[in-house]
């Protein structure tokens, strides 16, 4: 599995906008990038995901770097709600046995000022 | 549609005991996995069921071991229960439909096992 590396904390304010970054300097051809997050006292949620262009959803925007080793999560205007830890994980674009597999690392823990 | 369901949500054992963990896929979903984060830690892979077989394992002994229902939903046993084993279980359903390994996974909110 490739290894990530993210800051372990970071702060906003509410309403500004965030970017959450991700290294992932040994991830293969064929790994995908998710980002997770997990509330206080939830399971994790599925944020975003993508493989080499830049992704966007009601969530979320996904900016890959075009060596594909960094990418950044982009929250366009932070609430309180977006107040959790989030994950990087690169994840296998192939094999069945590995379809619910997940590797987490420490994560980045957001926290948003009012 | 219902979300996955987790039960129970708390639990205390003590040291040797076993314990029967439950999860609900969310419908439609055919496979499940399932996930032990320790405090302040990520979550980390126990193993994945797809048609009632285990098909993936992480690093976790056999001593912990699952079941996959016709219905998808499952069960994850862990035998001879030891102090480190407090945590929270998370179960995960997703729908492998074949296709780019692509699918997003649903998390239920967990089970906390504390062992005394």
């Known amino acids: 599995d490739a290894k990530t590396t993210q800051p372990n904390s970071m702060e906003s304010n509410e309403e500004e906008p965030v970017h959450l970054p991700c290294n992932h300097s040994t991830i293969s051809g064929t790994d995908y990038i998710h980002w997770y997050r997990q509330l206080p006292s939830q399971g994790p949620e599925y944020v975003i995901h993508g493989l080499t262009s830049n992704v966007n959803n009601r969530m979320a925007s996904l900016a890959i770097a075009e060596d594909r080793k960094s990418s950044t999560l982009i929250l366009h205007r932070a609430t309180l709600r977006d107040a959790a830890v989030y994950y990087c994980?690169?994840?296998?674009?192939?094999?069945?046995?590995?379809?619910?597999?997940?590797?987490f690392g420490q994560g980045t823990i957001l926290t948003v000022h009012p | 549609e219902t979300g996955v369901t987790q039960s129970p949500t708390h639990l205390i054992k003590t040291r040797g005991q076993q314990v029967t963990l439950r999860c609900s896929s969310q419908?439609?979903?055919?496979?499940v996995s399932w996930y032990q984060q320790a405090l302040g830690q990520g979550p980390q892979f126990i193993f994945q069921y797809y048609r009632e077989e285990e098909n993936g394992r992480g690093n976790f002994p056999p001593r912990f071991s699952g079941l996959q229902f016709p219905n998808y939903s499952s069960e994850l046993n862990v035998n001879a229960l030891e102090l480190d084993d407090s945590a929270l279980y998370l179960c995960?359903?997703?729908?492998?439909?074949?296709?780019?390994?692509?699918?997003?996974?649903?998390f239920g909110e967990g089970s906390r096992l504390t062992v005394l």
């Open positions: 995960a359903s997703s729908l492998l439909a074949g296709g780019p390994n692509t699918g997003e996974l649903f």
């Open positions: 419908s439609g979903h055919n496979t």
């Open positions: 994980i690169p994840k296998s674009g192939t094999g069945g046995t590995s379809y619910g597999k997940l590797t």
